[in-house]
C-alpha cells in the first residue's frame, strides 16, 4: 500500500518560513521524481518544486529563490523548506510522486496571514 504522509503546514504571518515534509511509504522512493503541488481555492492545482531521482530540482517562478526542494533516500522523505512567505502562496501543498506510476499525499493546508 502507497502512502505519502505530508506534514509541516500551518498558519505563518507574510515574510515566515515553513518546513513541509512528505514522508512515502510502499514504494521504492529512489526512483521516484518526487514533487510539490499546490492548490489555492478556485484554482487548479499547479507545480511548485521537483526534485528527479538523480537530485536536480526545478522550480515555479513563483517558488524560485524563495523554496528549496530536497530529498533523503535514506529516510524516504522530501521536504519543501519555504522562506519569504506570501499571502499568495496559500493554498493546500500536495507531495507527488512519479515514475511510471503516480501517487499523491492528502495535502497540507498553508495558510500565510498576518
Known amino acids: 500500500q502507497v502512502q505519502l504522509v505530508e506534514s509541516g503546514g500551518g498558519l505563518v504571518q507574510p515574510g515566515g518560513s515553513l518546513r513541509l515534509s512528505c514522508a512515502a511509504s510502499?514504494?521504492?522512493?529512489?526512483?521516484?521524481?518526487m514533487g510539490w503541488y499546490r492548490q489555492a481555492p478556485g484554482n487548479q492545482r499547479e507545480l511548485v518544486a521537483v526534485i528527479t531521482r538523480y537530485g536536480s530540482t526545478s522550480y515555479a517562478d513563483s517558488a524560485k529563490g524563495r523554496f528549496t526542494i530536497s530529498r533523503d533516500n535514506g529516510k524516504n522523505t522530501v521536504h519543501l523548506q519555504m522562506n519569504s512567505l506570501k499571502p499568495e502562496d496559500t493554498a493546500v501543498y500536495y507531495c507527488n510522486a512519479r515514475n511510471i506510476f503516480e501517487y499523491w499525499g492528502q495535502g497540507t493546508q498553508v495558510t500565510v496571514s498576518s
Open positions: 510502499g514504494i521504492i522512493f529512489r526512483s521516484y521524481a
